[in-house]
């Protein structure tokens, strides 16, 4: 499949994590009480609810020279989901 370009993957950005650990943890527990619904971690995904900055008329301004993340994420609607 491939991306569908509608933008919807850059309303929140997205980031696999890799490990865990008490300072995740605590910095976790620290965003939460001070930017309530600015974060949410499950599954090992953290979701930063905030649009991307190239992000323009629901599209990417930037969509030919954006970054390998970018590049190489795939969200459920470009697989058919």
């Known amino acids: 499949m491939a991306c569908k370009e509608c933008g919807e993957c850059c ?3 997205v980031f ?5 650990g008490q300072w995740f943890t605590d910095f976790t527990e620290f965003v939460n009480s001070t930017r309530p619904g600015l974060m949410e ?18 599209r990417c301004s930037v969509y030919e020279e954006r970054p390998v993340i970018c590049k190489n994420f795939l ?3 470009a697989r058919g989901e």
Do not use: E, Q
Not at 16 to 20: A, C, E, R, T, Y
Not at 44 to 54: D, E, Q, S
């Open 11 to 13: 309303v929140k950005l």
């Open 16 to 20: 696999p994590m890799v490990g865990s």
């Open 41 to 58: 971690l499950k599954d090992g995904i953290l979701r930063l609810m905030v649009p991307c900055v190239h992000l323009k008329d629901h």
């Open 75 to 77: 969200c459920k609607k």
